[in-house]
Nanobody, 118 residues
Framework: QVQLVESGGGLVQAGGSLRLSCAAS????????MGWYRQALGKTRELVAD???????TYADAVKGRFTISRDNAKNTLSLQMHSLNSEDTAVYYC????????????WGQGTQVTVSS
């Protein structure tokens, strides 16, 4: 398995911005598909953004135009730049890595809390 450590969460006012980071272990980071998920209190975990090993991103409709996912394969890091935050973005955000050389990887980080105050 791959170890994933998220950082960058916190409390921000509505309309503000935050940048989340996910540091990954392992020597085959570039082969992973990576994603950011979030889980709000009382709700199921949902996909926020995904990026393939070839750096092709996809976004949930709720965050299109506001969030940007990116990866730095040289630094084994995944990022999520979030702008125009609103109260509905309040959740625990999780980093996910899947695929890898054998195709059987599915690892999760411990999560980082993002709270947007109105």
């Amino acid at each position: 398995q791959v170890q994933l450590v998220e950082s960058g969460g916190g409390l921000v006012q509505a309309g503000g911005s935050l940048r989340l980071s996910c540091a990954a272990s392992g020597r085959t980071f570039s082969s992973y598909a990576m994603g950011w998920y979030r889980q709000a209190l009382g709700k199921t975990r949902e996909l926020v953004a995904d990026i393939t090993s070839g750096s092709s991103p996809t976004y949930a409709d709720a965050v299109k135009g506001r969030f940007t996912i990116s990866r730095d394969n040289a630094k084994n890091t995944l990022s999520l730049q979030m702008h125009s935050l609103n109260s509905e973005d309040t959740a625990v955000y999780y980093c996910n890595a899947r695929g890898g050389p054998c195709g059987d990887l599915n690892s999760w980080g411990q999560g980082t809390q993002v709270t947007v105050s109105s």
